[in-house]
Structures are given as structure tokens and as C-alpha cells.
């Protein structure tokens, strides 16, 4: 089974640094399942393509299963070592794992950059068609170029056969390509190598993040991914959409005829920025800063504003910022605009000149992802030292999480999440930050309330 990828980006060869594979040698290492070698049939400057080849052992694979029963022609020759499949995912996974997570030592910003890129994969079961298979590349901005294979070039009698050549081209990061490709190769085949459980649904929305929430595909992708385990796909679904829901302007813009109905079922996302507007405006802030903004879209919230003569976003992740600033379309406003925002980054944890002067600060689920010895610091640094007049902090019920289908008992919404507090464990901390700091303090629930478990997020606004 072959994986190929090229790019034309220049020096090609940079292709090495980025998959930390060089190109002037064979790679090979052992998986469960086989072996998997990376070469690179091409290395120019103009053009460069590594190729990923992976070695199946049908043998390996029949003695580890645990089919029962009597062992058939079909469990030793089958298509497992030639097509593209979840086995491939594994290998991208094992073989190219920091460029998968977007990381590199080396050329760190080539690759945050988009390049120019092509995967060939010369044998994909298209589980659903030409148009299935358009229909998942090509809303991420791929040029797809697929072709139907014979079932045997010499008897073309025979007729066609259920896989493609497929070449997938687009100008993206290749941290995004191997996402793509491992999210989207199983939900192409057939079956999975594999027992799908829950550890499942943190790979999709861990492989996922940043393009399955808004790709028109989702639900398909993720039922498919999940093996058909419905259970375990709605609350991916769930997830994805408490999360990460995107902005009703921009959903807008995509999907047009869907506008009325999404708009009739506000996300919770969207129903927590407007609640925290509301509590600001109530407030009389004239000035904000969005504490741990992430990717600023409250902050673009409050800048639309007029209400408001300053505000600020500041966040701890580079890559975050730089998603805002894009989202603000920072570098293309007049001065006057730019002077009305800032930027920046820093932590929350810390006395920071730049994060006093603000009528109000907001915490818009930010203080679950704190370790809890680090939550006095914080206290510190925002209540008792910068001091503004009015604070918002939102943060899951995890009560809530009751009523999540198919969640763990315990388990928490989002993997960066350190814990998550109940109703009455929040009221005890914001009531002793009021106590101690000398604030007011009261609370509102945000989303559809359930008389048992309460909203699936809590607010507390402290003034004083
Ligand atoms: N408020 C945003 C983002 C929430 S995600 C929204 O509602 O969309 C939590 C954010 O907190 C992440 O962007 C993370 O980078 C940031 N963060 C976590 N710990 C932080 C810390 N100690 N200092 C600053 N930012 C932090």
C-alpha cells in the first residue's frame, strides 16, 4: 500500500525537514501490522516526493485476530495489503508524527506555512463513490483527480473494479494534508483494523480540529470514522458542536438555505458570547480585554461594537493569536481602527501591566484549562491586582455532562480540560474570590436550562 507525496515548493528537498525523514535514504520501522518504509523516488529542487510504503503482513494480522470460527481463503488474501486504509492512518501516524501534529524543530515556520502539495494514492477503496469521495476533499480546498481501476488490466471484460487512482492537490500546510488523510482514508474503506472505542472520538476531534466542525460531511465522517457506533458519533457530533460551533455569520455565507433553521437553534457557543455582551453592556464597560481570547471570536464581537473604545484579546498560544489577528483582518485596518485593539501574548497567571486599565476583563471558558494549583495565581494576578470593575467568567457545569449520550461517567468535554466544576463548586470559588477581593458576585446560567443538572454553562459576573 503507497502513499505519495510531492510538493513543489522551493527548495522541494525542504519536503525532508518537514516530514523529518531525509531524503537521501531509505527509512523503515516496524508496526504492529507489518513494516513501513519512507523513500523519496524524487529529490530536486524544483520537485520533491516521499513516499510512504507500507508492508502488510497477512499472516501477522490473521494470527492476531480473534475471529472465531474456521479460518477462510478471504482472511488470508484480501485487499488489507494494497489499498489505502486505516492502516494507513496508523502508519502517518507513527511514522510522520510531528509533522501530523504541526511541529518542527527545524523549520518551524514552513511548517505553519501553506505549500504546495499533491498525495497520490494509487489504490483507494471508495466506499460511496467518485462523489463521495469529491464530496470530502474538495469542501477542504483539494483539486481531486480520480480514476477508476479495472479489476484486471488485461481482461478489461471483467469489468471495474471497487478502487481508484486518486490525486488529491491543494495549497495548504502538510500538517493539514496528513490530517485530512487520516481522518478521511477509513471513512473511505470499508472496515477498520481495529475495536473502535471511545479513545476513537478524541483521535476525530483531535485529527479534526480547526475543519470537521464546518465541513458539510460531518456527520457522515463522523459516523463512518466511529464504525457505525451511532452512539459514539453523536456525542463526537455533540462535542464538535459545543466546542467549537461556528460563527453564524460565517455559517451563514457557507450554507445559505440552512441559515433560518441554524439560526432558530443558536449554539451555545454563540448564546455564551451574547449572554457575556449583554452582562458587559449592563455593566457599563466601555473598555474590555478577552482573557485567554483563543481565536478571538468574542473579541471580534466586542470590536463590532461602537460601544466600546478599547479592547483587548490576550492568549497564551502563538497560533491562536495568529488565528485572530486573521479573523480581525488586523493587518488591514485603518489606524484609527487599529488603535481601538491590541493583541498580545501572555499568561493569566502573571501581574501584567497590559492586562490592567479595562473596565472589564472576561474569562470565556478559559479557567478549566488551568491546573488548579495555578488558580490562586490567577486570582491574584486578575481580581486582586488589575482590578477591574467588572469580571466574566464562564466556565462548563459539569453536571451538565449527564446529558451528553454515550459520555463517560467522570469524563470531561474537551481533552485540554484539567477538571470541570459542578454548580456548587463554582459558586464556592467565586464566592470566596468575591469575599476576598471585594466583589459582588452573581450568577447566570447559560443554555437550555434541565431542571435536574442545570445549564450546560455557568456565568458569574463579579463587580464592584
Ligand atoms: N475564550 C475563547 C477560547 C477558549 S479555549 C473562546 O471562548 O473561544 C481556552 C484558551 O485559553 C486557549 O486559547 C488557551 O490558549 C488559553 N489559555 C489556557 N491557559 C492559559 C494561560 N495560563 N494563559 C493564557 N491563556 C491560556
Known sequence: MLLTITTTYQPATDLGYLLVKKPDRVHSRKVSFGEAHVFYPEASDERCTAALLLEVDSLKLVRGSKTKGERTLAHYVNDRPYVASSFLSVAIARVF????????????????????????????PCRGGEAFLKSLFEPLGYAVEAERLALDEKFPEWGESPYYRVRLSATCRLSELL??????????????????????????????????????EREQIAHRYLGRRHSLAR????????????????????QGAEEEALEEKISLNEQRYRTVLEALTQAGARSAIDLGCGEGKLLKRLFKERGFDRVAGMDASTRSLEIAARRLYLDRMSERERERIELFQGALTYRDKRISGYDAACLVEVIEHLDPPRIPALER????????????????????????????????????????????????????????????????PIGEEDEKFGPPTQMAVFTR
Do not use: C
Not at 197 to 208: A, Y
Open 97 to 124: 508524527a510531528s509533522a501530523l501534529g504541526g511541529r518542527n524543530k527545524d523549520r518551524e515556520e514552513l511548517a505553519d506555512t501553506p505549500i504546495p502539495l499533491e498525495a497520490g494514492l494509487p489504490a483507494l
Open 179 to 216: 490530517n485530512h488523510l487520516y481522518v478521511l482514508l477509513p471513512v473511505l474503506d470499508r472496515d477498520k483494523h481495529y475495536w473502535i472505542g471511545k479513545d476513537e472520538i478524541e483521535k476525530l476531534l483531535s485529527r479534526g480540529e480547526g475543519w470537521l466542525k464546518d465541513h458539510p
Open 235 to 254: 456525542e463526537a457530533l455533540a462535542r464538535l458542536m459545543i466546542d467549537e460551533d461556528p460563527e453564524p455569520d460565517e455559517t451563514a455565507e457557507n
Open 381 to 444: 494576578a486578575i481580581f486582586a491586582w488589575a482590578n477591574p470593575k467588572t469580571v466574566i467568567v464562564t466556565t462548563p457545569n459539569r453536571e451538565y455532562n449527564a446529558k451528553f449520550e454515550g459520555m463517560k461517567e467522570g469524563a470531561l468535554r474537551h481533552r485540554d480540560h484539567r477538571f470541570e466544576w459542578t454548580r456548587a463548586e463554582f459558586r464556592e470559588w467565586a464566592e470566596g474570590v468575591a469575599e476576598r477581593s471585594r466583589y459582588e458576585v452573581r450568577f447566570t
